[in-house]
């Protein structure tokens, strides 16, 4: 059964989106140490921006996927007729569509290495601002069963969940075996982090929790910054930080269209880019044990 990694930080402007889109275009690419099977990599786009939806999709496909509602709103909802955001709209069945129907390809190569993606759209912000007079675990019980089918196809299944408090997050949360927390070390940034272990142990207390890993990211080159030594020496998170930071590369910009990921970019420093990416993706292999 594979792992599920959410990407999370209730502090938005952490670069929660470039880790997504890279650690799992890291994670297909890069063979497991010691050698083992190529890795199947499913990543979910939880966000209402869809961002990593838009890295990874090129647009006029993007745009029929979502015109034919194959994306993550309707893991959630049966039907896009009844959208509203003031009334959340509660589907009349807990399944779901099957992960094979909202699937779309990024990247196969032929000894089975893959990568998948579930494309968001902005429809789902109906979903986080919506209210309803009924119970949610009808919705909640249809993204763990999608969930449960992605465990049986994919080695990994990363979430890039939005950072906010919503069904979203909880649904993420509680779906997760390990959260990837990215962390660019300034001012406020022990905040997000609080309110991101706050998030968790909240998740624990119906009696699951899982295991956070604080990634710094946009860091400089060299050197340590005062902020990032802070955190890294408070008592509540020094085991749960990352040795590896992902540094401040331009090759990490965001790519669009599945076109521009560092792997293949020819920007200045793209190889050490890449390197640095490879050594931060061997870590979280390592500790998520995928």
């Known amino acids: 059964m594979g792992k599920v990694i959410t990407v999370m930080n209730m502090k938005g402007g952490v ?61 959630l909802q049966d039907s896009g007729s009844q959208l509203n955001p003031y009334q959340l709209q509660l589907p009349a069945t807990a399944k779901p569509p099957k992960v094979s129907h909202l699937t779309h390809n990024v ?35 249809r993204f763990e069963s999608f969930i449960k089918e992605a465990r049986t196809l994919y080695d990994v299944v990363i979430i890039d969940c939005h950072p906010a408090g919503s069904l ?14 990215p962390v660019v070390p300034e001012r406020y940034a022990v905040r997000g982090i609080g309110l991101m272990f706050d998030s968790i142990s909240s ?25 990032e030594n802070q955190i890294r020496s408070n008592p509540r998170y020094v085991k749960y930080c990352l040795q590896a930071t992902l540094k401040k590369y331009s090759a990490f910009a965001e790519p669009e269209g599945g076109k521009g990921f560092v792997w293949w970019s020819s920007k200045p420093y793209s190889t050490e880019a890449w390197r640095n990416l490879i050594s931060v993706s061997r870590e979280i292999s390592t500790r998520t044990g995928v």
Not at 123 to 130: E, S
């Open 107 to 141: 990247l196969a190569y032929k000894d089975g290495r893959t990568l998948d993606v579930v494309p968001s759209t902005l429809d789902l912000m109906y979903v986080a601002l919506g209210r309803t007079n009924g119970q949610l675990q009808i919705l909640e019980s």
């Open 15 to 75: 670069g929660k989106t470039t880790v997504s889109t890279h650690l799992a275009g890291a994670l297909a690419l890069i063979k497991p140490n010691p050698p083992a099977v190529p890795r199947k990599v499913l990543v979910i786009d939880y966000d209402p921006q869809f961002n990593l939806s838009q890295a990874y999709i090129p647009a006029p496909h993007y745009f029929q996927l979502d015109k034919d509602r194959k994306t993550v709103i309707s893991v």
């Open 168 to 181: 979203m997050t909880k649904s993420a949360l509680s779906n997760s075996v390990h959260v990837v927390i």
């Open 203 to 227: 998740t624990g207390s119906a009696g699951h929790a899982p295991v956070p890993h604080v990634l710094f990211n946009r860091v400089p080159r060299t050197g340590i910054s005062q902020e």
